[in-house]
């Protein structure tokens, strides 16, 4: 009897970045286990032995996407700048990561994946947290900058961090729809008017 499971050589690396890019062009819903087996180049028993389910592997997909991807845009607030200038850089590295570079979808994974709260087990749980992530890394930026007196303490932090983390999920939205970087850079541009201070 053949037993049959990861091939031999198979990269588990690798394949849950291709894992990811599939789901983050498709979406979860309309990414089927086939979709999947033909990308990495395994059967299905082989993606089942190495990662549980479709879920399982859609929720690894994302943390990878957080570990690799996201880094090149949120990890410009934690840049040793002015405030005001890390959030700017921010908005800027969207612009040009957003519409899409190497061979990475436009977009963000995060941002645009359309899960429903009757979706299986663990996975609206998931894709919340990584979307409002990225809402506590805005809060404790503006909250250093509010207690080093880079903001006024009238800074109404929560309403801050909400207006930037939608411009951003805004600008995702427009990447996936075909906005160009200079389209992107512009609205970067526009929400800093609205930057306290300005």
Not at 33 to 60: H, Q, T, V, W
Not at 148 to 161: H, Q, W
């Amino acid at each position: 009897m053949t037993i049959l499971g990861r091939p031999r050589g198979f990269d588990r690396d690798a394949a849950l970045q291709t894992a990811m890019l599939v789901f983050w062009r498709k979406g979860y819903s309309e990414t089927s286990i086939n979709d999947l087996c033909d990308a990495m180049g395994i059967r299905s028993p082989s993606l089942y032995a190495a990662f549980g389910s479709k879920e399982s592997l859609y929720i690894e997909s994302l943390e990878h996407y957080n570990k690799t991807v996201r880094p090149l845009v949120w990890g410009r607030l934690g840049d040793d700048a002015p405030v005001r200038d890390c959030m700017e850089q921010f908005l800027l590295a969207a612009a040009s990561i957003l519409p899409g570079y190497a061979d990475a979808p436009r977009g963000c994974m995060a941002t645009l994946a359309a899960i429903v709260d009757d979706s299986p087990g663990d996975l609206p749980e998931a894709i919340k947290s990584a979307r409002l992530d990225g809402l506590d890394l805005l809060r404790l930026r503006l909250e250093a900058a509010v207690t080093e007196g880079e903001l006024p303490r009238s800074t109404n932090v929560d309403r801050l961090s909400r207006f930037y983390l939608s411009v951003f999920q805004g600008m995702a939205i427009q990447a996936r729809d075909g906005a160009t970087q200079a389209d992107l850079e512009g609205m970067a541009e526009a929400a800093m008017c609205a930057w306290p201070g300005d």
